[in-house]
């Protein structure tokens, strides 16, 4: 069972509002970078700093160990969130900002529907309505047929499935290894999953580039470390509905920065996916259930 979270809902909404400011500096940044460096390069030399900073955390768990029945789990979503965050990496510098941010509120949505067909999970009729309002919510975003869905629409909807069934994983393997060994062993993994398919489109970064993908794993860090201690200081139905001021600060960077029009159906679209997912997670605790809805934010780089 894990901890339940403190009643201090100012904190945790503190907490969650740095988190995603954070993971908006990150998008800013990897959106900044372009398309100069090949995506499987860019996520392996961001995590490959991430790596360096969770060192200490790696250590200690190659200290304590692995129980045998997690490693094969830990293996598989490694190679899930390898395939999520190449997936990713191509998106954000092809996609605007906040269509992005939009598509990404499906990691929730992938997470439910997988619960119930891999997990055994039930879901009563009003979630699965719910998963639908999402559904067309992604579709109003996307716009088939009235505009060119391009490779990056696609990646980052890539992106959401493979993010959602790494988090699956994690829950199956947050019984067996403490969160913080998790976090360091998915580092390590995606780093050397990374590392073939960098190699084969290699290269070679300027210092500038270097310098910009280490703010990204800097911020990435962060804000996973503020994302804990959200969770820590307050239960999810409060701490949630902050994640989704993301999608604004997103659209407002996107204009403002990098001269992206502000899309009124990604906002509609995108509002219809929050509202799905701020839905089914007051359900779960109004039911007190075991947590099955994570925070999008749960399945960031």
């Not at 499987?40 to 200490?56: D, K, T, W, Y």
């Not at 990056?152 to 994690?170: M, R």
């Not at 920065?257 to 502000?262: H, L, R, Y």
């Amino acid at each position: 069972m894990l901890p339940q979270p403190d009643n201090n809902p100012l904190s945790g909404i503190a907490w969650m509002l740095v988190t995603g400011l954070s993971f908006v500096a990150v998008n800013a940044t990897v959106r900044h970078l372009g398309t100069d460096l090949p995506a499987a390069e860019s996520a392996f030399i961001r995590f490959a700093f991430g790596l360096l900073f969770l060192g200490p955390s790696l250590v200690l768990g190659f200290r304590a160990g692995l129980p045998r029945a997690a490693i094969p789990l830990v293996l598989g979503r490694g190679a899930l969130h390898t395939m999520a965050v190449m997936l990713w990496f191509f998106a954000m510098a092809r996609i605007p900002l906040a269509e992005v941010t939009a598509i990404g509120y499906l990691n929730p949505i992938v997470v439910t529907a997988g619960a119930a067909l891999f997990l055994g999970e039930q879901i009563a009729l009003r979630r699965m309505t719910a998963i639908g309002v999402a559904l067309v919510g992604a579709v109003i975003v996307l716009r088939p047929g009235m505009r060119e869905i391009l490779p990056g629409h696609f990646a980052q909807l890539g992106a959401a499935l493979f993010f959602g069934l790494s988090y699956l994983i994690a829950k199956r393997l947050s019984g067996m290894v403490r969160p913080v060994t998790l976090v360091a062993f998915l580092s390590l993994t995606v780093t050397v999953g990374l590392a073939p398919f960098a190699a084969a489109v290699w290269v070679p970064p300027t210092a500038e580039q270097t310098f910009w993908l280490a703010i990204v794993a800097a911020f990435a860090t962060f804000g996973h470390y503020a994302m804990m201690r959200a969770f820590a200081a307050a239960p999810l139905t409060v701490t949630q509905p902050v994640t989704f001021l993301q999608l604004v600060w997103a659209t407002l960077l996107g204009a403002l920065v990098f001269g992206e029009p502000v899309d009124p159906y990604v906002l509609a679209g995108g509002g219809m996916i929050i509202a799905a997912i701020s839905y089914m997670t007051l359900r779960e605790a109004q039911l007190r259930r075991r947590v099955t809805t994570p925070a999008p934010e749960a399945a960031k780089i």
